[in-house]
């Protein structure tokens, strides 16, 4: 246990000697948390172009709730529907409400580039300019999703896992593969250190310096963007722990089978590109097919985006995220062991 300690003494003070890591620690949070979701908050604005075929106070009714609605950020009258679509096929304008005479109903035009999304525009437009109530939608709105700008607070959780995913991963495939290229591993084989008590010690030590970003990020998320927990901070810091886990084990992998820095960040990196895009992080789950859908089981980037969700905006209690966690020291259990495999004949006298 001393040894376990002073090891654990000696990955500190190599940390804080090394300016590089000091930087990152520094510079992730700031920008990832600070900076980064204010390009993610996709809040919703379009433009509309209206054609009056009514020639009643109608049309200037739906142009005044056009204009009320905060989606909706310039509403302009067009002479036909023609020059409107030369428009819209521009990229100029997001929609078309044309104005039937009396007795007809009004004819929404959208630009089709994305499907799921001028599906919704046309919903929410007819709705607007009929003023159909709210309450009859079949939605379910959960106002901590919607809290920020457009879904900015939905992305948040997201960016919380990935700037701890490349905390844990980054700082162990640097300091593995530096120890390597310093023959460090030779020393610490002299003093009988075992492979378990190595990776042991990095995996404890990574997942403390992990999660002591993890709150900096939550403190800044609420200061600049009024972003809180809405479950318990006990459940989501658990959740973390058994990602970062599987995180620090696996730039530990990374590490051991590379003959170089820069092979073994190029893999992480590739590592990380594949696992993010793969995790419904960005995308939804029903837009995969369904063979690369299943492997959201092996993912661990999914596991943890999917507590972070109900956690940090659902208020979902420990006793429902078994799966979760039980995934997530799964596979972060395997790797270890892995490692531990991999490291011993470099720590076998």
């Not at 659902?314 to 078994?322: I, P, Q, R, S």
Request: charged share 15%; aromatic share 10%; net charge positive.
């Amino acid at each position: 246990m001393r040894r376990f300690f002073c090891i654990l003494r000696k990955e500190f003070l190599q940390m804080i000697a090394t300016p590089s890591f000091l930087l990152v620690l520094l510079v992730c949070p700031s920008v990832a948390v600070g900076v980064l979701p204010f390009g993610l908050g996709n809040l919703t604005k379009m433009k509309v172009d209206v054609v009056d075929e009514s020639f009643t106070p109608r049309a200037r009714e739906m142009v005044t709730s056009l204009m009320r609605s905060p989606h909706v950020v310039a509403v302009n009258w067009s002479p036909s529907r023609e020059i409107s679509l030369r428009k819209m096929d521009k990229g100029k304008i997001e929609a078309i409400v044309v104005v039937r005479p009396e007795g007809e109903q009004p004819v929404i035009l959208v630009d089709g580039s994305h499907i799921l999304q001028a599906r919704d525009i046309s919903s929410y437009l007819m709705r607007l300019v009929l003023g159909d109530p709210m309450e009859g939608l079949p939605l379910h709105p959960h106002l901590r999703y919607v809290s920020g700008d457009g879904n900015m607070h939905y992305y948040m959780c997201t960016i919380l896992a990935i700037l701890i995913a490349i905390i844990g991963c980054f700082l162990a495939v640097v300091s593995v593969v530096d120890e390597r290229q310093k023959k460090m591993l030779e020393h610490l084989r002299s003093i009988g250190m075992k492979a378990g008590e190595y990776v042991l010690t990095k995996v404890v030590f990574f997942i403390a310096v992990a999660l002591l970003e993890l709150g900096v990020g939550l403190v800044i998320a609420r200061v600049v963007y009024d972003f809180s927990c809405a479950g318990s901070l006990v459940t989501y810091f658990a959740l973390g722990a058994c990602f970062l886990l599987c995180m620090v084990n696996l730039g530990i992998f990374i590490a051991s089978v590379s003959d170089s820095q820069v092979r073994a960040i190029f893999i992480m990196v590739f590592s990380f590109f594949v696992l993010i895009l793969l995790s419904t992080m960005f995308a939804p789950l029903d837009n995969m097919s369904e063979g690369w859908a299943a492997t959201r089981f092996v993912n661990p980037f999914f596991w943890m985006a999917d507590g972070s969700w109900k956690v940090l905006l659902k208020n979902v209690g420990a006793a429902e995220l078994w799966p979760n966690y039980v995934m997530l020291l799964l596979w972060g259990s395997l790797l270890m062991l892995l490692n531990i495999r991999n490291l011993t004949y470099r720590l076998t006298p």
